[in-house]
């Protein structure tokens, strides 16, 4: 699996934060229709969602799973 489609990629955030509400922190990963998304590569995913949204006015048909260039650098935002 290369993408979610925008329903597969709201069920996975509300995944992530139904646990961490319940745990306290953020999954080492999620699993959306059996493809597993490690933690940097659904942050990478929420943080490219957001902006598509801030710079569109709307959410993308789809989402890639692949970390892109300006977030290998570990640079994460939110933990």
């Not at 959410?59 to 935002?77: A, C, D, G, H, Q």
Request: some cysteine.
């Amino acid at each position: 699996m290369e993408s979610l489609t925008l329903g597969q990629y709201r069920k996975m955030v509300e995944e992530v934060i139904d646990f961490k509400r319940l745990n306290g922190n953020l999954p080492e990963y999620t699993t959306v229709d059996g493809c597993r998304i490690s933690k940097q590569d659904y942050i990478d995913m929420i943080e490219r969602v957001n902006r598509f949204f801030l710079e569109m006015g709307r959410n993308p048909r789809s989402v890639e799973i692949e970390r892109t260039e300006f977030t290998k650098t570990e640079k994460i935002l939110a933990q």
